[in-house]
């Protein structure tokens, strides 16, 4: 979602060095983006006694930050690297001393407002916004073992969610599998390395061996995986970080929301615009070749962490989406790509 606020600073100032600051394990989508020189990494959870080193490395070494996050640390962390700060803040009585920090405010509206336009507000000083095209990681080539097990009509399948509360259950991506490859379809399951991850789409790929089914888990760098994702018919997933790479390259995509409000966080489509592509509730929109689904429930979007609002709760919205009904949306998509070719 930053990709379009670091471009656009490229373009404004194209002899200027560009950085970016994240925490570690949190910048891996943007390894390889040609319009930024270095990745500054900070441990989450470290407290201002480790961040020393941090503080004495970014002393006053810049001329412009941009705070792309409303966070206390973020804030501090521009006013240590840069006397011009341009930030993103929210409406609360105890944020005041972060206005005060900052040449530019851009008040967070709450989800009225899209989180690309939010951030690329950040340069509404010097630039009139106009470009908003996220930047996906450039691509890489596959492995040549997968490379040679692709057909040539593939779907893309996104199984894990980071949290609960975004989860389409993995059930529902079993089923989803059965209907698609009972279509002729291959279906290759991506997801990360992590035991959680690996062993979701595992289940998952039980439903049939390959080549019919392919697990990619944890196997694929972010490059190869704009690869993949280049190549395929259709992507399915959640709202996750894979999902908006693979709405970034220009593909089908079917997208599964749950509580998270679309109209803020939807996967941004190329050639958008600065114009809000998404409504906050709808059971079915789309926006160019992205669809997002929601839940038909009255609630729909909370933006809470699930019904009962943690990091592990369940999500009604997404539990009761039927497989059958995002197969039907991804059988419609594919044949309007028949109509097209012919």
């Not at 002899?15 to 319009?35: I, K, P």
């Not at 095209?133 to 692709?150: G, K, N």
């Not at 019919?212 to 992507?235: E, S, W």
């Not at 998270?260 to 059971?283: A, K, L, M, N």
């Amino acid at each position: 979602m930053t990709t379009p606020l670091i471009r656009a600073t490229k373009e404004r100032w194209p002899d200027a060095s560009v950085d970016m600051l994240g925490f570690s394990g949190t910048l891996g989508l943007l390894r390889g983006n040609s319009d930024i020189r270095e990745f500054i990494e900070m441990p989450e959870g470290s407290g201002w006694v480790q961040s020393r080193w941090l503080i004495r490395r970014l002393w006053r070494r810049y001329d412009l930050v941009l705070v792309a996050q409303h966070t206390d640390r973020a804030h501090l962390i521009g006013w240590v690297a840069a006397k011009v700060r341009s930030g993103q803040v929210i409406d609360e009585p105890r944020g005041w001393w972060k206005r005060r920090l900052l040449r530019h405010a851009v008040l967070m509206t709450g989800g009225h407002s899209h989180a690309v336009i939010e951030k690329m507000r950040l340069l509404e000083p010097w630039v009139q916004i106009s470009k908003t095209d996220v930047i996906p990681p450039p691509a890489e080539p596959l492995q040549e073992e997968l490379a040679s097990s692709l057909a040539a009509r593939y779907v893309v399948l996104h199984v894990p969610s980071l949290v609960r509360y975004k989860q389409w259950p993995v059930r529902h991506f079993e089923r989803l599998t059965q209907l698609l490859i009972g279509q002729g379809l291959q279906v290759v399951l991506s997801g990360g390395p992590s035991a959680s991850d690996r062993s979701q789409v595992a289940q998952v790929a039980q439903v049939s061996p390959p080549p019919r089914v392919l697990d990619m888990a944890g196997k694929l760098g972010f490059g190869q995986l704009t690869t993949l994702l280049k190549g395929a018919l259709l992507y399915v997933g959640p709202d996750s970080s894979i999902t908006h790479l693979a709405a970034s390259l220009d593909i089908p995509v079917i997208s599964l929301y749950g509580p998270i409000d679309p109209r803020q966080w939807g996967p941004w489509p190329p050639g958008q615009g600065p114009v809000v592509p998404y409504q906050s509730r709808d059971t079915r929109q789309q926006a160019r070749k992205v669809i997002v689904l929601q839940g038909p429930q009255p609630c729909v979007p909370c933006n809470k962490a699930g019904c009962d609002n943690h990091v592990n709760s369940r999500s009604e919205c997404l539990e009761t989406m039927a497989p059958e009904r995002v197969f039907a949306e991804a059988m419609t998509v594919l044949a309007s790509l028949r109509s097209g070719a012919d």
